[in-house]
């Protein structure tokens, strides 16, 4: 039905049963760790196991419709819900066709009874069981009789409205990365495999890094200044700091005016390294300027000099959260 996150496969409590919270926690955003604070309490209270209950791929893309611009891809998302509540076991549902035709009913049996759930909590409008046709009083009912109970958790938010995943990606789609990182509590970034590239940036001086396809929300086009940390390798944990950078997320239209796909092209300041084949994530700490087209190459590696000298103005005084471990965030 589901898999685990690493940490947590074959371990055991030694206690009699779960709570398990529901939902997407795409983003992990502050009100989503609120929902976590809320549920461990009550976990410690209970004497029980704090379980997330989420799902992939998106439920979206199984059921047809658009799914909203990613803002954690899995790993991701994990690691920060690890992170938010030490202890907590991630348990991640496989979500096809046959996952969505379940009845509410099979859901609470099978999916909350595989995890032992003893209190079960969710979002205010949480739907569940083919055809949505599941709401809290269903779940509430069928908790009354399989023995467990329902908790909904509250909106938490500002002024400005709610936390939200959609708030997020509306300031991230904007470039309003101020608020983004209010929302998220934390830097929005795009990770990825650094590819080979035209080496071209090494001609004039800024060698660049080249991400293709990160499955991030994208900002609007332009140059940022930003926070690099380098990603673990395949069975290994924990990210670590790469340093400070000028990126580029565009494409490319002095060079390259025919190119389709965007790419993150990362200059690291200080630092002259082979990175191909290495896995980065990149934290967008600032936005310098929109993407332009200049002249020639001479103009391009003039306005370059000079974006690398605003980052590295921006970026001073930074330092990484002690809660990331060896990461900026």
């Not at 047809?64 to 790993?75: D, E, I, S, V, Y």
């Not at 998302?77 to 496989?94: D, F, Q, T, Y």
């Not at 086009?221 to 997320?249: H, K, Q, S």
Request: proline share 6%; charged share 25%.
């Amino acid at each position: 039905m589901d898999r685990q996150s690493g940490s947590q496969r074959g371990e055991t409590s030694g206690r009699t049963g779960t709570l398990v919270v529901i939902g997407n926690f795409d983003g992990l955003h502050r009100g989503h760790r609120a929902v976590l604070d809320e549920a461990a309490r009550m976990a410690r209270e209970r004497g029980l196991d704090p379980v997330v209950l989420t799902f992939d791929p998106h439920p979206a893309e199984v059921l047809g419709r658009k799914a909203p611009p990613l803002l954690t891809p899995l790993a991701r998302k994990i690691a920060l819900c690890e992170r938010a509540v030490p202890g907590l076991r991630v348990s991640v549902a496989h979500f096809d066709r046959a996952f969505a035709a379940q009845s509410p009913r099979a859901f609470a049996e099978h999916v909350l009874g595989d995890l032992g759930a003893r209190v079960v909590m969710v979002g205010q409008n949480f739907r569940f069981g083919a055809q949505r046709a599941g709401d809290f009083a269903e779940l509430e009912r069928l908790g009354k009789e399989l023995g467990f109970e329902t908790r909904s958790h509250a909106l938490v938010g500002d002024t400005t409205g709610p936390w939200s995943s959609t708030r997020a990606r509306e300031a991230i789609a904007r470039g309003d990365l101020d608020e983004a990182k209010l929302v998220l509590g934390r830097w929005h970034a795009l990770s990825g495999s650094v590819v080979p590239g035209d080496k071209r940036g090494r001609t004039i001086g800024f060698p660049t890094a080249n991400i293709l396809d990160a499955p991030e929300a994208l900002p609007p086009f332009g140059v940022y200044a930003v926070l690099i940390d380098r990603l673990p390798a395949e069975g290994e944990r924990g990210a670590t700091v790469l340093g400070r950078g000028v990126a580029n997320l565009g494409v490319r239209p002095t060079v390259d005016p025919a190119a389709a796909r965007p790419r993150l092209e990362v200059h690291v300041f200080d630092r002259d390294e082979d990175l191909y084949g290495a896995r980065l994530r990149v934290h967008l700490a600032r936005h310098i300027r929109s993407e332009q087209r200049f002249a020639g190459l001479d103009a391009l590696k003039a306005q370059i000099a000079k974006d690398a000298e605003e980052a590295r103005r921006a970026l001073e005084g930074l330092t990484p959260d002690p809660e990331a471990g060896s990461a900026w965030a």
